[in-house]
């Protein structure tokens, strides 16, 4: 990765920001809970990936359409979250591999 690619990525990621600070107080909010949740649970590919702007454009026509953010996702942050990455490869998943083990084996178990 060179100079110019963590340039631009710097340029994305504000821009980024900016739409988020755009949104109103309450979406922001719960944004900024779905990116602390999702960093947490490490799908691969989270910051450089299509998952956050997405969740960003979904926001912007939520409130284009009216309606609270509650509507959008529901009560349960953490339950959306994981639906959203449901089949999404995560961090978690990859040291596991590379310990030579399957994700979700019992300890003391290799393949």
């Known amino acids: 990765m060179g100079i110019q690619d963590i340039i631009e990525g710097k340029k994305q990621w504000r ?4 739409r988020v600070k755009a949104l109103p107080p309450d979406y922001q ?5 779905m990116q602390r949740y999702l960093f ?12 956050l702007p997405g969740i960003v454009d979904f926001f912007e026509e939520g409130v284009a ?5 509650s509507e959008l996702i529901g009560p349960d942050v ?18 596991q591999e590379s310990l030579g083990g399957k994700p979700g084996a019992e300890e003391g178990q290799h393949p």
């Open 40 to 51: 947490k649970v490490g799908p691969v590919g989270l910051a450089d990936g299509p998952l």
């Open 65 to 69: 359409a009216g309606k609270g953010v």
């Open 29 to 33: 909010i719960v944004y900024k809970e």
């Open 78 to 95: 953490a339950a959306f979250c994981d639906d959203l990455v449901k089949d999404s490869r995560t961090h978690a998943e990859s040291y």
């Open 15 to 18: 821009a980024h920001l900016a």
